[in-house]
């Protein structure tokens, strides 16, 4: 089938064990943050594209590694179900998201105003509203109409609790972390298409555990590496998701890299590549913007690896000051 004929849904159809009972609310919540609503029962849907299948994907594993059975289908609606309808069911689920937000921020811009004097503490609040919006916003396929409300409402919290921010000066990076010495001076193959995980793991590897490295982007479908290769953030990889650990923060744990900056950094590569919300970091929505204007900037994966890096080094300079200081 040609790619612009492909169907335009994704459809995970699930059965989970009856035990552990954690498990269900577990699975619906990685569906719900990812944006997937449900067309019938245990099958849900995305808009079929290289990120939500590579999504899906990821949860197909993590189903069956937790005893359940999983299958990823592409679709198409020929009777019942219009595009349209299945469109809505994506709008009215963001607009539920997008209006909660929007009272949240009504009833703390109240607050406010009858107590200015917690301009201060309120901060973290106003924060932790853009982090949600921006996730919702993420998942936001069709362009729900309720977002035009939920972000003119942050927006004027935000204006209200501004101030200025100090300067940083940022020192030079210094090298650190000596784990994984047998796996340098090799070529570290990944999927094409790299993003955040993928792009975050290159950086790690060349600046922390492998100087030498070489990357290689290749098709998902391919088989056995090399005798000089090592496999990353891909199925049956040396190093990739373990349970709910991103690449990233599992190759921060086999190399020992005790860096409370790199901590921060895979805290931040959860939460955009998984997009569970688990670390909730004031810089996740930042760096997730930036990150995505990389793919758009470019499609070759060695120039998204190499823009990447300068912005991760970036970064990782302010937070080690940050923590430094």
Not at 171 to 179: I, L, P, S
Not at 186 to 209: K, M, N, P, Q
Not at 266 to 295: C, S, Y
Request: aromatic share 8%.
């Amino acid at each position: 089938m040609a790619s612009q004929d492909r169907a335009p849904w994704l459809l995970l159809i699930h059965q989970l064990p009856p035990q552990p009972a954690y498990l269900r609310v577990k699975i619906w919540r990685r569906l719900q943050a990812l944006g997937a609503v449900s067309v019938k029962g245990a099958v849900y849907a995305l808009p079929h594209d290289a990120q939500t299948q590579e999504d899906f994907r990821w949860l197909v594993r993590e189903i069956a590694g937790s005893g359940g059975e999983a299958s990823l289908c592409e679709a198409r609606f020929v009777d019942g179900l219009s595009d349209q309808q299945v469109r809505a069911l994506f709008d009215a689920a963001r607009d539920a998201d997008y209006d909660a937000v929007r009272k949240e921020a009504g009833a703390l811009a109240d607050d406010l105003a009858a107590q200015p004097e917690r301009r201060a503490e309120s901060r973290k609040q106003v924060a932790r509203l853009r982090r949600q919006l921006t996730q919702i916003a993420g998942l936001d396929f069709f362009g729900a109409s309720g977002r035009a409300a939920a972000e003119a409402a942050v927006a004027a919290l935000e204006a209200s609790v501004a101030e200025p921010e100090p300067d940083g000066n940022a020192e030079d990076c210094t090298d650190g972390g000596a784990g994984l010495r047998a796996f340098r001076g090799r070529t570290w193959v990944t999927r094409e298409g790299v993003h955040v995980d993928r792009i975050a793991s290159a950086w790690l590897i060349r600046r922390f555990i492998d100087p030498e490295a070489r990357f290689a982007f290749v098709s998902s479908q391919r088989g056995t590496p090399g005798p000089d290769e090592i496999r990353f953030d891909m199925y049956e990889a040396e190093f990739t998701h373990e349970g709910d650990s991103c690449t990233f923060e599992v190759l921060l744990e086999r190399a020992a890299l005790d860096d409370p900056a790199l901590q921060v950094i895979a805290e931040v590569v959860h939460d955009i590549d998984l997009k569970d919300g688990k670390f909730g970091r004031a810089e996740t929505p930042g760096i997730a913007g930036l990150i995505g204007g990389i793919v758009l900037a470019h499609p070759d994966d060695a120039q998204r690896v190499e823009r990447g890096a300068a912005l991760l080094d970036d970064l990782y300079r302010y937070l080690r000051d940050q923590s430094s200081g």
